[in-house]
């Protein structure tokens, strides 16, 4: 288990329409965990089938290196930790790396594989969940994962 991190699943109203969103609610490493939650809240708009792919390749232990991208985000299974960022150099040779990418777009924010998993399971759940109330909230605290 790592440091502490606690996730705020919330909706939104916006140019007439209700949204799901998610963000750091607690952390001791809010720039990494904000990547995290970035990219988690991306993961359904960026599959057909709203991430449960995603979410069955993280939870597959026989599963050790797999690109999980989104949209926007770079992601990727590496054993027991999932890799998030703009643009992640894994398994990539020197000469296939583009000459105008900026060094600070390749940094790599990490979350413990089984931290990941339930959190996008939690996410899931909420995002499918019919909005009946939008001021219904749910806070995800990482370490419910070692339970």
């Not at 993961?43 to 690109?67: C, E, H, M, Q, R």
Request: charged share 30%; aromatic share 16%.
């Amino acid at each position: 288990m790592r440091y502490k991190m606690k996730v705020r699943f919330r909706y939104y109203e916006f140019q007439g329409g209700i949204y799901q969103t998610c963000g750091v609610y607690e952390s001791d490493n809010e720039e990494n965990d904000g990547m995290i939650t970035d990219y988690l809240s991306t993961i359904p708009d960026s599959y057909a089938d709203n991430g449960f792919k995603v979410l069955a390749a993280v939870k597959d232990p026989a599963n050790t290196w797999d690109w999980i991208s989104s949209q926007a985000f770079d992601a990727l299974i590496d054993h027991d930790q999932i890799k998030v960022g703009f643009y992640l150099l894994d398994g990539l040779e020197e000469e296939d790396i583009p000459d105008d990418v900026d060094e600070r777009d390749t940094d790599a924010y990490v979350i413990p594989r089984k931290e990941f998993a339930y959190l996008l399971e939690k996410w899931l759940d909420f995002y499918h969940r019919p909005i009946t109330d939008m001021n219904y909230q749910e806070i995800i605290d990482t370490k419910e994962a070692y339970l």
